[in-house]
């Protein structure tokens, strides 16, 4: 069982690039999010998903794209990638069930020169 | 907007001691959850309380949540050095539905237990 799987683990992009952050789950959860982590500012929530085709902006949007076409996978796309969107990316699922954890993949660091 | 803030942001303690960080946030939950990041990984779950529970305890970690004063507090008994990582809150707002699972995160309290 793998849990939450994130690909790729680094990355480096150039100012303007665009790439899509993977992120799959195994464990049939309804629920997937993405977040980022910035030096002290904790995880900010970027979108979220509560099942297959519905998606919704959480706290920091801008400059990202979701969407969720099956229940496994989730992807983050960085449109027109900037330097201050150099941060680490996780990726989390939950059941659909109230009062559940968060089930957190390792990351992505991404770097934007 | 960050909901919660943890404090201290930093502690030091020997191995064997006990641990205490406190979480403060500002709006109304329906639960908290305490979270583990160890240097390079994702977060691990240890512990969820809900608002109408005051006490719980899992292991070596005990957690109260006070809901008039808008806070919770993680104590980690008889520390040991694989503790050593960041310890988050997270808060679940009270207008909970199944499309409302929106965890926000405080800033983190980073521990370093020194063997």
């Known amino acids: 069982n793998a849990g939450v799987t994130q690909t790729p683990k680094f990355q480096v992009l150039k100012t303007g690039q665009s790439m899509t952050l993977q992120c799959a789950q195994d464990?049939?959860?309804?629920?997937m999010s993405w977040y980022r982590q910035d030096p002290g500012m904790g995880l900010r929530l970027i979108h979220y998903?509560?099942?297959?085709?519905?998606?919704d902006q959480g706290e920091v949007p801008n400059g990202y794209n979701v969407s969720r076409s099956t229940t496994e996978d989730f992807p983050l796309r960085l449109l027109s990638a900037a330097p201050s969107q150099t941060s680490v990316y996780f990726c989390?699922?939950?059941?659909?069930?109230?009062?559940?954890?968060?089930?957190f993949g390792d990351g992505t660091r991404l770097s934007i020169l | 907007s960050q909901q919660g803030e943890e404090d201290p942001q930093a502690l030091s303690i020997q191995e064997g001691e006990n641990a205490t960080m406190n979480c403060s946030y500002k709006?109304?939950?329906?639960?908290l959850q305490w979270y583990r990041q160890n240097s390079g990984r994702g977060l691990v779950h240890l512990i969820l309380?809900?608002?109408?529970?005051r006490e719980k305890h899992s292991g070596r970690l005990r957690v109260t949540l006070d809901t008039s004063k808008k806070s919770s507090s993680l104590l980690i008994t008889a520390s040991r050095a694989a503790d050593t990582a960041s310890y988050f809150c997270?808060?679940?707002?009270?207008?909970?539905?199944?499309?409302?699972?929106?965890?926000?995160f405080g800033t983190g309290t980073r521990l370093t237990i020194i063997p």
């Open positions: 989390a699922s939950k059941t659909g069930k109230g009062n559940q954890p968060q089930h």
């Open positions: 998903s509560v099942g297959a085709g519905i998606t």
């Open positions: 464990m049939n959860h309804e629920y």
């Open positions: 997270a808060t679940t707002p009270s207008t909970f539905n199944f499309g409302n699972e929106k965890l926000t």
């Open positions: 309380i809900r608002s109408n529970e």
């Open positions: 709006t109304s939950i329906n639960n």
